[in-house]
């Protein structure tokens, strides 16, 4: 480094700075030769060329995407594959006289005002909504929940200081009604306080319409929720500038100027699917960004290929946080081959079972190989251990893989390093190759870090980021500008072409045996691969590729290269078949291309230890040819080699193929002289000194038996903390990588110790990858070992059949002495499912379709489960879970449901916890596949739900006599070398079972086999990753236990006449009383099947009832059918009688259950998600006959009231309140014959009586509004002489206050008789209920001059025919009170609130 004066000192802060090349490292080009090309050829910048991104989606607002310098726009395309943004617009609307649309899907209170200038010939709107946060990235949604959290809580702390203030002033008078005042402003701030606490921002409503213009359809959206202020009538949407399909005018909108969020449309299936586009991350934009920006004033800022242009594909879900999906990348492809683009960047991936298989494997191929795209992909960034690159672009043939590179330009300015690199290389967590078939893993690097456009939603114009995402797209920009000048030149493009001019052009980069599986072929250079096409085009006249597949001749070994890593691999020489087959182009001519065809290779190797033969000629039909390796006298460690063919008429081609050579050397465990007992489970990795950026790999060869091992690690004497990665990996057949060991980062002060413990599989080889972080300055130095240790177990998976009560479980120490202190533990309940029903259909949608004929089909399972208790559930699908490059299915997810067909939450491959409430649970699966066949084996397919419980301890014992007897093992057992002990498991506690726990499902968990000793884990105890044991103490020392439930215990005769446990036989019947008993239980069946609104149902319905009243009148079952019944009439009849006096309809009225009641269609909301298109139809027509119908009169209201009120007191009468009273009044249980059935028979007679008693106080208390309320009256006419009724109000309030009605006293009584029986106020169930009941004793004002608005509190109505203003089954939430005492609902608050937190205003006031 030179030095720098004093005179330099002072005067660079004044010397020009020529910025651009300061910052030119902030967007790398430089490393991979575009710019010099660009200076070569500045029109060969891009243009002409389509790059298809596949990521997270394009901000199409974002700067530098606007446009290319030739002034076409910069997004062909905004597309989203996921479905994530897709909006249901099945339901059509006509607007009114005004313009004025309202819709079923928006619900009553929501009506939104058209544009009259638009055009729609045919009068028909498209309607249909969707939930904002459903769409915003999670970082948006955070960004903005938090904003509308502090405005909340704003007026939420304004509304309790005046509430707080009322109280202080409240009356002091003693008078009853003064009293009442006060209690009711005294509990006000509490409840202010309780609705802070528990509100829940669901976030603003999103209201669509879309339309045929005569010419294309086009979509417009009502973002007025995304305001404080919200016209009554939606003016928002009349202002919104209608969009189209995205392709065809390049036009996007914005949901508001708080969240900067940019989103596009398309609008599929005749206008029934709207799809609003927007990225679910950040990602996508960035990656557009280094791809192919253009800043005119700032160039730069550019990316590689400014001229190309982009088509964003989204196959990001932003329901699962931006994880691809399959149907994402499948109508990604699609849209590639549909816009014919050039090249593919796909800034994705993640580890793999199986490389270069699966279905997406084969679309790949299919975009490839047919369709001739260049399909370009990042290798993940898993590194530095060997085989972590990722799929798909490490893993599939047809991908060009992309490894990370940092330069020293880079590191001062994008990273602003104070000291730069000294050279460039790959950042440390590149993934590395081999793949685990053998293949490189590994094609090319190229600048790994980029500060570029994000989208406007971050609020930032710029960002830095580095991964091999970044890569990925630098690679691609770079290839765009050769393609770019080969069809500025009229060359051929082809992808095997163009792939062996950049493998075969690249700068090698590094040394050592791991160069090539780091660097790939080496760093991406432009202007090399350019010169190279236009050498090679007449040669490259007929396009071929050439495949290397290769067979162990003495193993089952295949794949696309040579691995050798396993202990016994490289114990001898070892041959292998290498098949060699010349690929052509699907329409290349068979007789002039395909039968002349004859290459002369020249096939050599780069190390001595291969051998192979000289020449091959190779013929259309391809050659079989051997390779020797003899890696017997390689040192322990890594070793590379390659056997290359090339063109014996023309070297300067280069390889025209590869096939890679990898062998490992492992040490074996004990070789390095290690005292003391256990010094044969002990590898000494030594002492190893790291400069910034430096690895160090050691293998170690796994002693049979072992199970787990611990890497140490001690800090050196070094100045300053420093971060160092750790990586233990080892390989499974069909087994992603990251399955057996285990990852680090580690900062260690001097002389720190780090101790990383992990599971490992005996007999196989273990990689120990050290890296001192390339950013980290400075010498550092580490101390390692790598302990080993053994617990084999006979059965190695415990499993406690229902029945046998416990298991026992043969422990080994098969090396070296151990320490066992087993514990068992149950955490989570399995639930298996079978589906109730399948749905198998052809997915024919425009996005949907390939080329060839293949059309996806879709098989939709549904499944249906019942808990008893709320809780977190994982939907699981073990066959087809965790398989997802590698998969064969093209999508797979599951929606799950609650009752009231909320959408609770999605999985896809990798399910996670669902929150889920106690009830009826409705899964759908959907499975996609274009092979039919395969999609019908699938018809019947299982689903595993598993459900998070607390913790049960199984108990362990030494014996089974302990077991039987209870005695748990206490002491901890050390085992020799060699010794086996036998432990018992179980039996499990059964008091402790959850409810949902009944036969036939399981219970899983794990029997950690020891524990932590103290002095063993040193330094290393406590918190922080590497920590040796888990939160319990637990080694990685585990076996899996799962226990299937028995049967619940059947009842026997015990010798005093009872059954075992007390309770007693049910009463014996004669067969006259079984028949009729049997015959009065079908006919109730039957009665409660019967329809209300079928009149012949309804007429046998009364004729039945009156039969079995007749026969069995004091049948508890039959009188309670009968109320439910009538509740549900009155709740209809008071609904209609409502709604046509001009009050809101709430959604329930006469439910006192605390459950949503929906007349005759309870059933109906237990079904899956969708209704057919007939079955709306039919529903809209029944709804519209409603309409049309004249509403009930008040008399019919009156009446269905008191119908319920007599069938409750039928049920009341036929209870025996006195035998009911002393039974509960008992302080201990009854005992002896016929004790658990009386207790069953009385806690029934209790239920009933309160069912009884509640619905009727509803009743009496509706029938007093009905009787109170002012008939509705007809429209003035015009000379028709108009009274002033507010005097008489007035004095109706005043009459009202002063004297109650007999009705009321009613009431009273009702409700006092009620709470006889029940805590109203502490029951969820009773507690809307018991709100209501208190506001008309607190409110009785409120009634008289409020009559039609119901009770806050009891599933009420507002003033406005909106969403209710009290709590309860379908209350709002508090609502500040407009002028006059009226109520308005609160935009901030939630829609819904628990059934006990109500509110209601009185004169102005909340």
């Known amino acids: 480094m030179s030095s720098v004066t004093e005179a330099d000192k002072t005067a660079a802060p004044h010397a020009a700075v020529d910025t651009a090349e300061l910052f030119a490292g902030a967007m790398p080009k430089a490393e991979i030769g575009a710019v010099e090309f660009l200076k070569a050829h500045p029109e060969y910048d891009g243009r002409n060329v389509v790059v298809a991104i596949f990521d997270t989606g394009v901000d199409p607002g974002a700067a530098g995407l606007q446009t290319t310098p030739d002034g076409r726009p910069k997004i062909v395309d905004l597309l989203d594959g996921t479905g994530s943004g897709d909006v249901d617009m099945s339901e059509v609307v006509e607007a009114d006289a005004t313009g004025t649309l309202a819709a079923r899907c928006w619900g009553d209170d929501v009506k939104v005002q058209i544009n009259q200038d638009w055009k729609n010939p045919s009068g028909k709107w498209h309607v249909g909504s969707k939930a904002a946060f459903d769409l915003f990235p999670n970082q948006l949604k955070e960004r903005i929940r938090n904003e509308r959290q502090k405005r909340f809580s704003e007026q939420q702390r304004v509304a309790h200081t005046a509430a707080t203030a009322a109280a202080a002033d409240a009356p002091g008078g003693k008078s009853t009604e003064d009293k009442k005042r006060a209690e009711e402003l005294q509990a006000r701030p509490k409840l202010l306080q309780d609705m802070a606490d528990k509100h829940k921002d669901f976030g603003p409503m999103l209201h669509c319409v879309v339309w045929h213009d005569g010419d294309v359809w086009r979509a417009a959206v009502d973002t007025s929720d995304m305001y404080e202020e919200a016209d009554d009538i939606r003016g928002r949407l009349r202002d919104f500038a209608p969009l189209t399909d995205f392709h065809r ?89 549909s816009h014919k683009a050039d090249l593919i960047n796909m800034s994705y991936g993640e580890a793999t079972a199986t490389p270069d298989q699966g279905h997406f494997n084969k679309l790949a191929w299919e975009v490839v190989h047919r369709q001739g795209t260049i399909f370009i992909s990042s290798a993940g960034n898993s590194g530095p251990a060997l085989t972590t690159a990722g799929a798909p672009g490490g893993t599939s043939s047809a991908i060009i893989s992309i490894g990370a590179y940092v330069s020293p330009d880079m590191a001062a300015a994008a990273h602003s390093l104070r000291a730069g690199e000294g050279a460039g290389r790959n950042y440390n967590w590149s993934s590395r190759g081999p793949s685990a078939d053998g293949a490189m893993g590994v094609s090319l690097s190229a600048p790994g870090a980029a500060i570029a456009v994000v989208p406007q939603w971050t609020t930032a114009a710029r960002q830095l980021m580095n991964g091999t995402s970044m890569a990925s797209p630098c690679a691609c920009g770079g290839v765009a500008l050769v393609l770019s000048g080969l069809k500025a030149e009229g060359q051929t493009i082809t992808p095997n072409r163009v792939r062996r001019a950049l493998e075969n052009t690249a700068k090698p980069v590094g040394d050592g045996p791991d160069a090539k599986l780091t660097y790939g072929n080496g760093l991406l250079q432009v202007d090399k691969a350019f010169e190279y096409l236009q050498q090679s085009a007449e040669v490259d006249a007929i396009d071929i590729r050439y495949a290397a597949h290769v067979r162990r001749t003495d193993g089952s070994y295949t794949g696309r290269g040579i691995y050798m890593r396993e202990p016994l691999d490289s114990a001898q020489r070892r041959t292998f078949q290498a098949q060699l087959q010349p690929r052509f182009q699907e329409e290349a001519d068979v007789k002039e291309e395909q039968v002349a065809q004859e290459d ?10 291969i051998s192979a033969p000289a020449s091959l000629l190779l013929a259309a039909n391809g050659r079989n040819f051997e390779i020797s390796v003899d890696p017997t006298a390689l040192p322990e460690g890594l070793h590379y080699g390659e056997v290359v063919g090339h063109d014996a008429t023309a070297t300067w081609r280069g390889p025209l193929f590869r096939v890679p050579v990898t062998v490992v050397k492992p040490i074996e465990v004990g070789t390095q002289g290690v005292g003391g007992p256990n010094g044969n489970s002990i590898a000494q990795l030594g002492t190893q000194q790291y400069s910034p950026g430096q690895e160090t790999r050691h293998f170690i060869a796994v002693p049979e038996g072992a199970t787990w091992a611990r890497l140490r690690t001690t800090a050196g004497d070094f100045d300053t903390p420093k971060m160092f990665m ?95 202190k087993p514990s068992a533990k149950l955490e989570a309940l399995i639930i298996p499912l079978r589906p109730i029903s399948s749905k198998l259909a052809p997915l024919e949608g425009p996005r949907d379709q390939l080329p060839r004929g293949h059309t996806p089909h879709g098989l939709t399972l549904t499944y249906k489960l019942k808990l008893e208790e709320a809780g977190k559930i994982i939907p699981r699908l073990p066959m087809l879970n965790g398989y997802c490059y590698d998969g064969e299915m093209e999508a797979q997810m599951v929606q799950v449901f609650d009752s009231n067909k909320a959408l609770l939450g999605v999985c896809d491959i990798y399910p996670s916890p669902i929150d889920v409430p106690a009830g009826d649970i409705t899964l759908r699966l959907f499975l996609r596949h274009e092979n039919t066949s395969l999609l019908k084996k699938f018809q019947h397919l299982p689903l595993e739900v598993k459900k998070k419980i607390e913790g049960i301890v199984v108990p362990v014992h030494g014996s089974n006599s302990d077991s039987v007897n209870g005695k748990k093992l206490g002491k901890e057992i ?120 079928n009149k012949k149902e309804a007429a046998l319905y009364e004729e039945l009832r009156k039969e079995l009243v007749t026969q069995h009148p004091d049948h508890l079952p039959l009188l309670s059918e009968a109320l439910t019944r009538r509740q549900k009439a009155a709740e209809k009849t008071v609904k209609l009688r409502k709604k046509a006096d001009g009050g809101g309809l709430a959604e329930t009225e006469l439910d006192t259950s605390g459950e949503s009641s929906n007349g005759d269609d309870t059933d109906d909301a237990a079904e899956e998600g969708t209704v057919g298109e007939e079955e709306k139809a039919a529903k809209v027509d029944q709804e519209k006959a409603q309409e049309d119908k004249p509403p009930p009169s008040p008399e019919e209201v009156e009446a269905d009231l008191q119908a319920v ?127 209501a009941a208190g506001a008309a004793e607190r409110a009785p004002s409120l009634r008289a001059a409020h009559p039609g608005q119901g009770v806050a509190g009891r599933g009420g109505e507002d003033s406005g025919g909106g969403p209710a203003a009290g709590g309860g089954a379908a209350g709002a939430g508090v609502v500040p009170l407009g002028p006059g005492g009226t109520l308005r609902p609160c935009p901030q608050l939630p829609a819904k609130l628990p059934a006990p937190l109500t509110c209601w205003s009185v004169g102005g006031n909340l």
């Open 600 to 609: 002369r290779i020249a096939i050599s190797t780069s190390q001595a230890w």
């Open 249 to 337: 005018e390049h036009q996007y909108g914005t949901f508001s100027a708080e969240d900067a969020l940019n989103f596009g449309v398309n609008i599929y299936d005749e206008g029934k699917v709207l799809s609003i586009v927007v990225d679910a991350g950040s990602h996508g934009t960035h990656v557009a960004g280094i791809t192919a920006a253009y800043h005119p004033d700032r160039p730069e800022c550019n990316g590689v290929a400014p001229g190309a242009q982009i088509i964003s594909c989204k196959i990001g879900d932003s329901r699962l946080g931006g994880m691809e999906t399959m149907p994402g990348l499948a109508r990604a492809i699609a849209a590639v081959i």
């Open 1205 to 1331: 009120i007599s069938a409750a007191d039928d049920v009341i009468a036929a209870i025996n309140t006195d035998e009911l009273a002393k039974f509960l009044a008992q302080k201990c249980p009854e005992e002896g014959p016929d004790a658990s059935k009386r207790k069953k028979d009385f806690e029934e007679q209790k239920d009933a009586l309160v069912s009884a008693l509640s619905a009727k106080v509803a009743a009496l208390m509706d029938l007093e509004d009905f009787r109170k309320a002012p008939p509705a009256t007809a429209p003035a006419r015009e000379g028709d002489q108009v009274q002033d009724d507010s005097d008489k109000a007035g004095d109706t309030e005043a009459k009202a206050e002063k004297a109650p009605s007999a009705q009321e006293d009613v009431v009273e009584a009702a409700f006092r008789e009620l709470r006889k029986w029940v805590d109203t106020a502490g029951n969820k169930k009773q507690a809307s209920l018991h709100a």
């Open 974 to 1093: 050390m085992l020799a070398a060699g010794e086996r002990v036998a432990i018992f498991v179980g039996p499990a506690p059964i008091d402790k079972l959850p409810k949902d726990a009944t036969a036939g499902r399981v219970l899983e968990g794990a029997i950690a086999l020891s524990k932590s000793t103290g002095s063993e884990e040193g330094a290393s105890r406590g918190s922080g990753p590497g920590n040796a044991y888990d939160a319990n103490g637990n080694t990685p020392a585990t076996i899996p236990l799962r226990w299937l439930i028995a049967p619940k215990k059947e009842k026997h005769v015990g010798d005093n006449g009872d059954n075992g446990d007390g309770a007693e036989e049910e009463p014996k019947l004669s067969p006259a009383e079984k028949a009729s008993t049997k015959i009065r239980d079908t006919k109730l069946s039957i009665l409660k099947g019967l329809k209300s609104d």
């Open 726 to 820: 750790l990586r233990a990996t080892q390989l499974l057949p069909q087994t992603r990588h990251s399955t057996l060991g285990k990852t680090a980062t580690a900062t260690l002060s001097a002389n720190a110790r780090h101790h990383m413990t992990f599971k490992v599989a005996g007999g196989g080889t273990l990689e120990v990858t050290t890296a001192q972080f390339w950013t980290q300055l400075g010498q550092g130095t580490l101390e390692q070992a790598v302990e080993f240790h053994g617990l084999t177990c006979d059965p190695s998976a415990a499993f406690i059949a229902g029945s046998s009560g416990n298991v026992k479980v043969q422990l080994r120490a098969p090396f070296r002495s151990e320490y066992v």
